[in-house]
Structures are given as structure tokens and as C-alpha cells.
């Protein structure tokens, strides 16, 4: 059992916007702006594409956005491509002794 | 370049031991934590533990601290994940990634990764 929640699956079409939440609890979500979000196509390497809640590394399109509210983050991808369809994980920063933990992870289909 | 560079795929047996390797280059290895991350196959991703090269200070993932040892050699630029009796549930894909704590510390921004050293344990 995963310590942040995401949904399984998510699904969009061609220019639409989607957003992946991350919910986790007052120990690390809600307490910490330290959460990332991964992007991992299927058999490639992991990532990064938002840190610290918000921040997109260099080279990051701007189609990709984070925020939090509570216990909840979110990713919110814009303008859906067809390169987008991948597995996206949070990940947070928790004083619950885990130091790091990962969501399960939610699949994206662009239809 | 920053590059982290692992050691190839590995089939072993039970109650065997193993040491995966990751080595980095194009920056201060000493001066950043390599994160460790399991993903069993079909599965997601899993933190289990840090080690920051420059003092060998180590932070175990709980479920991770005692089924697993991390290791590095500042001389080779090498971080070392180890095992000392494998499991068939050992098997999996394994990453090693650079951790980006200029922001914070606390911060699990893993900015480089290497491309991942999978291992099978089967009888």
C-alpha cells in the first residue's frame, strides 16, 4: 500500500487538459512544499518534471504545472499530446520516518 | 554531461548475494546524494534509501534498512547497492539517481538517473 494516493488512470484527448492528484496527509503532502512529480514512458527511465510542488526543471515543456492544496497535490497537464501518455508519480518529502515516499503511480491514456 | 552509469543485468538465485553498481561522472560526486529506487516488475516506483558520497552518510527507506546495503567509493566516483542473501521478491528493476538538494535537503528531486540494472532471482 502506497503511502500518497494517486488514481489508477487517467485518460484525456488531444488538446485537453487533465489533472493528476496525489493526496496525502498532514506528515507530508500538507506539511511540506517538497513534492515531485515523475514522468516514466513504458521501459524508460524515470523523469522529473515538477519539484518542490511547482518548479519545472529547464527543458520541461510549460504544458506541465503543479500545485497543492491541503494534503492534495496535483499535476496538471495542458494541451494533451500523444507523447504525454505515460505513468506519473508523486513523490513527498514525510516526517513519518519513511523520509521520501512515492504515490502508486496513475496511467495516462491520450485517446 | 552528468552521467550515472549501472552495472548490467544480473540473474542469481536464491540465497545468493549481489552488488550493483552506479557510477557517475560530468559533476562533484561528492557533493551530491545518490537515491536508490526499486520497481518491481509492473509496478511503481520505490524509494529505498540515500547515500551522499562525500561522508557516506546513509538514510535507509524502513522497509529497506536491514535487507539492503548501501555503499560508495569516492575514488572511483562509485555508489554500491548490496545484497546479501537475495529473495525471488528481490526481483526487479533497480535505478540509482542523483538527488538535487540545492533547493533543500528535503527536497526528493532526482534530477539524473542512471538507466537501471534489473535483477532476476529465480531457483
Known amino acids: 500500500q502506497s503511502a500518497l494516493t494517486q488514481p489508477a488512470s487517467v485518460s484525456g484527448s488531444p488538446g485537453q487538459s487533465i489533472t493528476i492528484s496525489c493526496t496525502g496527509t498532514?506528515?507530508?503532502?500538507?506539511?511540506?512544499?517538497?513534492v515531485s512529480w515523475y514522468q516514466q514512458h513504458p521501459g524508460k527511465v524515470p523523469k522529473v518534471i515538477i519539484y518542490?510542488?511547482?518548479n519545472r526543471p529547464s527543458g520541461v515543456s510549460n504544458r506541465f504545472s503543479g500545485s497543492k492544496s491541503g494534503n492534495t497535490a496535483s499535476l496538471t497537464i495542458s494541451g494533451l499530446q500523444t507523447e504525454d501518455e505515460a505513468d506519473y508519480y508523486c513523490?513527498?518529502?514525510?516526517?513519518?520516518?519513511?523520509?521520501?515516499?512515492f504515490g502508486g503511480g496513475t496511467r495516462l491514456t491520450v485517446l | 554531461e552528468v552521467q550515472l552509469v549501472q552495472s548490467g543485468a544480473e540473474v542469481k538465485k536464491p540465497g545468493e548475494s549481489l552488488k550493483i553498481t552506479c557510477k557517475g561522472s560530468?559533476?562533484?560526486?561528492?557533493?551530491?546524494?545518490i537515491a536508490w529506487v526499486r520497481q518491481m516488475p509492473g509496478k511503481g516506483l520505490e524509494w529505498m534509501g540515500v547515500?551522499?558520497?562525500?561522508?557516506?552518510?546513509?538514510r535507509y527507506s524502513p522497509p529497506f534498512e536491514g535487507q539492503v546495503t548501501l555503499s560508495v567509493d569516492k575514488s572511483t566516483k562509485t555508489a554500491y547497492l548490496q545484497w546479501s542473501s537475495l529473495k525471488a521478491s528481490d526481483t526487479g528493476m533497480y535505478y540509482c539517481?542523483?538527488?538535487?538538494?540545492?533547493?533543500?535537503?528535503?527536497?526528493?528531486?532526482?534530477?539524473?538517473w542512471g538507466q537501471g540494472t534489473l535483477v532476476t532471482v529465480s531457483s
Open positions: 539517481a542523483r538527488h538535487d538538494a540545492s533547493g533543500s535537503y528535503h527536497s526528493p528531486n532526482l534530477d539524473f
Open positions: 560530468g559533476y562533484i560526486f561528492t557533493s551530491y546524494w
Open positions: 547515500i551522499y558520497p562525500g561522508d557516506s552518510h546513509i
Open positions: 498532514s506528515s507530508d503532502v500538507g506539511a511540506y512544499n517538497f
Open positions: 518542490d510542488v511547482t
Open positions: 513523490c513527498s518529502h514525510t516526517s513519518s520516518g519513511a523520509y521520501w515516499v
